[in-house]
Every structure is written in C-alpha cells, then in structure tokens.
C-alpha cells in the first residue's frame, strides 16, 4: 500500500512540482492552501489532483484556523503531512495532532538562520557555505530532527536571488529523497536524531559545487 501524502503550500509550489515529478512511492491525496490564489494549487489541479483552498484571512484566530486544517487533513488520511513552502507558523495543537509524520523543507543550513530572509541573512553573516534542510516538525519554530541537508557555496559575488536560486535547486534534489525514505520506512528517529535504517555511512548530506 502506497504511503498516503498531504502538502500544504503557501505559494509557488516548486518543490510540491518537484515532489510530484519524482514518481515517489506515495499517493497525494490533497493538496490544501491558506492562499486560494497558490500557483500551486493551479498546478495540481492541472495534474487531477485533489485541491482545497483554506483562507485563513477569513479567520481572526490562528487556533481556529489549525483546528480546522487538521480536521480537513485528516479527512484525507495521511500518512505523512509535507508543508511544501508553506508560510504560516502552526499552532503547538497543530504540530501536536501531527508528530512524526509532518516534514518541512527549510531554505538553511539548520539550525542556522531558522524563520525568514534566510538568503539575504547568510550573504550579510559572510558564511562560506549555505543550503537546505528537510526536517521533521516539532514546537519549536524550524527546529526538529533533521533528515537531509545540502549545502551550496555561496560566492563573492552572490546576492540573494542568485542564492536562492542555487539553494532551491538542491531543495528540488532533497525533498522528494526524504518522502522517498520516509515512504520505504527507512527513517529511525533516535532521540530526536535521523537515522538512515541500513546505513551506516551518512547518505543524509547533497554537497554541490554547482
Ligand atoms: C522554499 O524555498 C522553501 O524552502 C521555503 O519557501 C520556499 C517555497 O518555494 N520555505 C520556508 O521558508 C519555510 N520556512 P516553493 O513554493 O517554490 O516550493
């Protein structure tokens, strides 16, 4: 039986069409936007998918807004729950209902520059080295055990977008490898480390000179 995957997305959805490409495993059952407008929400519709529009403007508290995303994600029966770029801080219920079965890519190598602007933040920081992290989501705002990471240089003379772009391109390599993992039951959560079952040698780091 394929492992059965929500996404929920904010915006542009490339790492969602990145997932969706990869011919995973898995079966997407819904794909759920707090922004009806979501390019990708277009895409999946292009692709037959499932699609619900949750607008959490229509919402004065951030409580009733998760609680009823989750009962909307439940009615799909998830395996696992991927936030595909999605842009909103879920409340600790949330996260709570969802545990061990909720990633998250992030655009830093965390736990480096957790929350926003994380391009702009490692170029004024001066780090050698950026990238991306897959993660499993816990309370604590970007933060949780860490599946696989890549890492880009970043060079003289980057800027944010250029930055951005490298690092996006190796979130397109990383995310569908973590649902893959995640699919084959192959992820080991000791004590809130990752491990890769039947691998002693780390396969969890994509380093590129690209
Ligand atoms: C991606 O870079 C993702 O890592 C980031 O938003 C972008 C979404 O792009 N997510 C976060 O910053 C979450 N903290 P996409 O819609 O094209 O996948």
Known sequence: MSCRVVVLLSGRGSNFQAIVEATLPIEIVA?????PQAAG???AREHGLTTVALDHT??????GFDAQLADEIERHQ???VVLAGYMRILSPAFIYRFEGRLLNIHPSLLPMFPGLKTHERALAEG??????TVHFVT???DHGPIVIQAAVPVRADDTANTLATRVLAQEHQIYPQAIRW????RLLNNDGC???KDDLTSQSVLSTGA
């Open 41 to 43: 929400l277009a895409f």
């Open 127 to 132: 780090v050698k080295i950026h990238g991306c």
């Open 58 to 63: 229509l919402h004065a508290e951030r409580e």
């Open 182 to 185: 995640f699919a084959e039951g």
């Open 78 to 80: 998830p395996d696992l």
């Open 139 to 141: 309370a604590q705002l």
């Open 194 to 196: 990752v491990n890769l």
């Open 31 to 35: 794909v759920i936007s707090n922004r």
